[in-house]
């Protein structure tokens, strides 16, 4: 994948369960962990990112209550969120803190250029941003060659992925607006919008073909607008064997979201960094083993952030793409693995038979 604006490294502290953290990223990192050890949490602050870029932040606090929640233990355990993170070849911290009526705003916000990180001369530039006491952030819109303009493109291109709703009153199953095709949308509810203005591409015969392995019954999709309404069109199928088409109502819940993943990790143009959280829910085991490959080759074009409760799935993967999360003493810890605390293991267990073995942490 291309390194430019690729997340190397952050320093996260006093948000939600992360009392403070450091991690380096690599192109695909795996979380493992118990349940409430901070693994969605983690990712929920990539959600917080993109509020925050997106100038936000206070109607994202408001929803989600007041800064309490997010706030490690509250105001009177945590006084500010401090977020410092690493690209290539700049860098963007933040401090905010909490006011008297609930809010988050900014006690500090600017942007870093190593200009010997990008080979040029000039040493290191800092730009400020967002002015302290101010609600909203000062990243501009993406676009031009200016260094927070870099910046601000990299964190809208930050997408976290939720396909585990597929009820009968799912997004994923209503109608969708045919021009509604830039991008998959976070809860797969443009699929067949977006599968459409795929269609005459390779990615797309690949996407078609592998749902096949998981379901053989699947012959294609039958991307239609509809024709009393040009503008809408509803994702239907054709299955092997007949003339009859199918919506979504007629697959199930496993092959609803294995076509989501598979249109997300296999389609012409990925987002800059894809954030997963327990993809595998309700995936058969061979459809999890699949989703690992597509994992493994979409990490090639993009980073990839996940967390999984599968051994399954974790067993698909090197010792150097897991993350180890455990809660110590109320705070979440996330640490890489040493090959040395694996090289004895690994000529007969796989790293989720480790990790379900409790011999590399990451266990209630």
């Not at 990180?117 to 990243?139: D, H, T, V, W």
């Not at 003493?329 to 267990?349: H, I, M, P, T």
Request: one cysteine or more; glycine letters at 6%.
């Amino acid at each position: 994948m291309d390194d430019s604006g690729k997340l190397n490294h952050i320093k996260l502290s006093g948000f939600k369960s992360i009392r403070e953290m450091e991690l380096d990223f690599s192109a695909l990192n795996i979380l493992i962990g118990p349940n409430g050890a901070g693994k969605s949490n983690f990712i929920q602050f990539f959600k917080f990112m993109n509020q925050l870029h997106s100038k936000e932040l206070q109607l994202y606090v408001s929803q989600k209550g007041t800064s309490e929640s997010f706030l490690h233990f509250g105001e009177k355990e945590t006084k500010m969120i401090q977020a410092h993170l690493h690209f290539n070849p700049n860098e963007y911290k933040v401090t905010l803190v909490p006011t008297q009526d609930g809010k988050l705003i900014f006690k500090s916000e600017e942007v870093i250029f190593d200009a010997d990180k990008a080979k040029y001369q000039g040493g290191i530039k800092r730009i400020p941003l967002a002015n302290a006491g101010q609600e909203e952030s000062g990243l501009p819109l993406p676009g031009t060659q200016r260094i927070e303009n870099h910046v601000a493109g990299y964190i809208a291109d930050w997408k976290i992925y939720h396909f585990h709703d597929t009820s009968d009153t799912s997004a994923l199953k209503r109608v969708s607006n045919v021009n509604d095709n830039r991008s998959l949308s976070a809860q797969g509810e443009n699929l067949a919008a977006f599968l459409f203005s795929i269609q005459a591409t390779l990615e797309y015969r690949q996407i078609v073909e592998t749902i096949q392995r998981v379901a053989p019954f699947f012959q294609d999709f039958i991307l239609i607008p509809d024709k009393n309404n040009p503008e809408q069109i509803r994702l239907r199928w054709k299955h092997k064997g007949s003339d009859s088409y199918f919506d979504a109502n007629h697959l199930s819940d496993g092959t609803l979201r294995f076509i989501c993943l598979a249109t997300l990790l296999l389609q012409p143009y990925h987002p800059r960094v894809i954030l997963l959280d327990e993809p595998e829910l309700g995936l058969h085991p061979y459809a999890i083993h699949l989703l690992a490959a597509m994992m493994k080759s979409a990490s090639t074009k993009t980073q990839i952030i996940a967390s999984t409760q599968s051994v399954t799935l974790a067993n698909q993967f090197d010792w150097q793409d897991m993350v180890i999360v455990d809660q110590i003493n109320g705070a979440s810890q996330f640490s890489r693995l040493e090959e040395s605390d694996v090289k004895n293991w690994l000529e007969e267990y796989k790293i989720g038979e480790l990790w379900e073995k409790n011999i590399i942490r990451g266990t209630p």
